[in-house]
């Protein structure tokens, strides 16, 4: 049980482009879902925590209109990086959690690259 | 906020050695402690997490360990294997939902 899925794994955009990254829940429902970022070698820093049918909550730093979150369901969740940059270049990984539980589940990843 | 530091940033042990990888927090309202294994580019698998309640769980070759007064917790994988070579994330939460992560330990187990 607990599985996520994320699509796509990976994504080769133009700059200037926008990118849609899906987060599904496949046999649970994620009552929170977690946007994370990961750089090579490097930790993961989340971006931000979105609950179903409310709006995300951004962590300091991370422009809201750039990285567009929808949690339209209990089992789906969006990431849109719009006007994608090189610098947007990066792994965007997903998490979800039940309700009453703060176990995260860990989708694949989605490795975007901008051109 | 919370701050979580992890150390060392990379570990190498012979197969079959133990090997150890220490966390800190700074918030002591921080409850919950998981810990993740990521192997090179795949999502974080949680291998073990505990509790504030509880100050050891095991599971087969993994335990961890917490100590409230000081802030800090431990993973200890003994016998290790090569295919326990892999990037180790500490997390901590506080009744938040939001995991703050270390900064990984990078364990080589070579054969």
């Known amino acids: 049980g607990a599985v996520v899925s994320q699509h796509p794994s990976w994504v080769i955009c133009k700059s200037g482009t926008s990118v849609k990254i899906e987060c599904r829940s496949l046999?649970?429902?994620?009552?929170?879902m977690f946007w994370y970022r990961q750089f090579p070698k490097q930790s993961l820093m989340l971006m931000a925590t979105s609950n179903e049918g409310s709006k995300a909550t951004y962590e300091q730093g991370v422009e809201k209109d750039k990285f567009l979150i929808n949690h339209a369901s209990l089992t789906l969740s969006t990431l849109t990086v719009t006007s994608a940059h090189p610098e947007d270049s990066s792994f965007y990984i997903c998490s979800a959690s039940g309700p009453n539980s703060d176990t995260q589940y860990f989708g694949p990843g989605t490795r975007l690259t901008v051109l | 906020g919370e701050n979580v530091e992890q150390h060392p940033s990379t570990l190498s042990v012979q197969e079959g050695d133990s090997a150890v990888i220490k966390c800190t927090y700074s918030d002591s309202a921080s409850n919950y402690f998981p810990w993740y294994k990521q192997e090179l580019g795949k999502r974080p698998q949680l291998i073990i997490d505990?509790?504030?309640?509880?100050g050891e769980k095991k599971d087969q070759r993994i335990a961890v360990t917490l100590n409230k007064t000081a802030k800090h917790f431990s993973l200890h994988i003994t016998e290790t294997q090569p295919e326990d070579s892999a990037v180790y994330f500490c997390a901590a939460s506080n009744n938040t939902d939001k995991l703050i992560f270390g900064t990984g330990t990078r364990l080589q187990v070579f054969p």
């Open positions: 505990i509790r504030s309640n509880v």
């Open positions: 046999d649970f429902q994620a009552t929170t």
